[in-house]
């Protein structure tokens, strides 16, 4: 979110369906760590059901809900725009979208040369 370029952003069916978790499970939050069970998938818990890391990396927020990821996963990520969309399929077991037949997945798209120098980021 630096110089308000935005490191996470949403589609409008993301957030929908982040604002329908959010309607019936109260405060949420994303959490993408790129494990053998994550995948491109990103998992959305309730805000008091997950222990953010002490290291995970804040990106910022989708429809009120902070997204944060993994250290390791930010290396690889942080010359990108993240972009969460809805597609159909299964959720992540944990995930609260899980049984609706939907599930969010993770696009991306390389920042410019100009938003990378105006995030600090070199080569």
Request: glycine residues 14%.
């Amino acid at each position: 979110m630096d110089d308000g370029i935005l490191r996470v952003t949403a589609t409008p069916a993301a957030l929908d369906l982040i604002a329908t978790l959010q309607n019936e499970y109260g405060p949420v939050l994303f959490h993408q760590s790129g494990g053998c069970c994550d995948g491109s998938s990103p998992m959305c818990y309730p805000q008091g059901d997950y222990i953010v890391g002490d290291t995970d990396v804040l990106l910022g927020a989708i429809g009120g809900a902070p997204f944060y990821m993994s250290p390791s996963q930010y290396d690889y990520w942080k010359h990108t725009q993240l972009i969460i969309d809805v597609v159909p399929g299964r959720g992540g077991m944990f995930s609260l979208e899980n049984g609706r037949d939907v599930r969010f997945l993770t696009r991306s798209r390389l920042f410019s040369n100009e938003e990378s120098a105006l995030l600090g980021l070199s080569g």
